[in-house]
């Protein structure tokens, strides 16, 4: 287990009007992990919200930037810096437009594919940092992403997202043992567990 704090930082937009928004996912994810996970209440700092806990007997900050989405690298990498973190122990959860809605996938580093919160990090720390990318979907059109991601996850992808958010807090230790792949296999083995079927009656041996 590794004696360096890990640091999980949702990415969304604060206020009530933003609470439901696509863009929140991040925040709503972090919300599940602390809740989860009983973490210490939340507590301003580093230009955001900051919740001290423990994942997998490691200890863990999870951090939603009160700075707005666009300058998310404004509150995490003060708070990186402070707790001296390798990129290695930052984990962004974010919105994807470019994963189909209810699909998770987790990377280290790469572009931002158009996303200004990812920017904003990789702008302050580099882009080596992990990420767990929640998709949402693509409107279709270019000029739709906007009010696509700043509208509120409809009726229909709740049906998805809670499990979504409970499974990703489930697996969440595996991220704090830098088990991605394990994190992205429990999780879909959470929200598609194996079907235990009956075995197959077998006959007596004839004597």
């Known amino acids: 287990m590794s004696d360096t704090p890990l640091l999980i930082a949702g990415l969304g937009n604060p206020g009530v009007d933003y609470a439901r928004n696509r863009h929140n996912a991040g925040f709503m994810a972090v919300d599940v992990i602390a809740d989860r996970y009983r973490f210490a209440p939340w507590r301003t700092r580093f230009h955001g919200l900051i919740a001290e806990g423990a994942l997998d007997g490691r200890k863990t900050y999870l951090l939603k930037p009160m700075t707005y989405m666009n300058d998310s690298g404004q509150s995490i990498g003060p708070a ?63 000029g739709r992403v906007h009010g696509h991601v700043l509208s509120n996850f409809s009726k229909a992808d709740e049906d998805w997202l809670v499990p979504m958010l409970d499974a990703i807090a489930e697996a969440a230790p595996r991220l704090a043992a830098d088990d991605d792949p394990g994190f992205m296999n429990k999780v879909a083995l959470v929200l598609n567990p194996p079907v235990n079927r009956p075995r197959p009656e077998t006959k007596p041996k004839e004597q």
Not at 106 to 114: E, L, M, S, Y
Not at 116 to 130: F, K, Q, V, W
């Open 80 to 142: 990186s810096r402070f707790f001296k973190l390798p990129l290695s122990a930052i984990v962004v959860i974010h919105d994807e437009i470019d994963l189909a809605a209810a699909k998770l996938k987790v990377k280290t580093g790469g572009g931002d594919a158009g996303n200004n919160g990812l920017r904003s990090i990789t702008a302050t720390l580099g882009p080596d940092y992990r990420r767990v990318r929640i998709g949402v979907g693509h409107p279709g059109e270019k």
